[in-house]
């Protein structure tokens, strides 16, 4: 499997590393051990891509105020 740092992930994403770390805890992004070394499966950030998320906070609704 293969796998890249935290900080090629959030480079990948557009992201912070906090924010992969979050995602990691979150169960978003899976972690494997590799050397030692906490890596982010490739896969799990192509799944990740594939939802069509994007970076930032949600704008609010109109609605909401």
């Known amino acids: 499997m293969r796998c890249v740092s935290f900080k090629r992930a959030a480079e990948e994403l557009g992201v912070s590393q906090p924010r992969i770390s979050a995602f990691v805890a ?5 972690v494997r051990l590799v050397k030692g070394q906490r890596m982010i499966t490739l896969d799990s950030i192509n799944q990740y ?3 069509g998320r994007r970076p930032g906070r949600p ?3 109109a609605a909401e105020g």
């Open 59 to 61: 704008r609010k609704d």
């Open 26 to 30: 979150a169960e978003r992004l899976d």
């Open 49 to 51: 891509e594939a939802t």
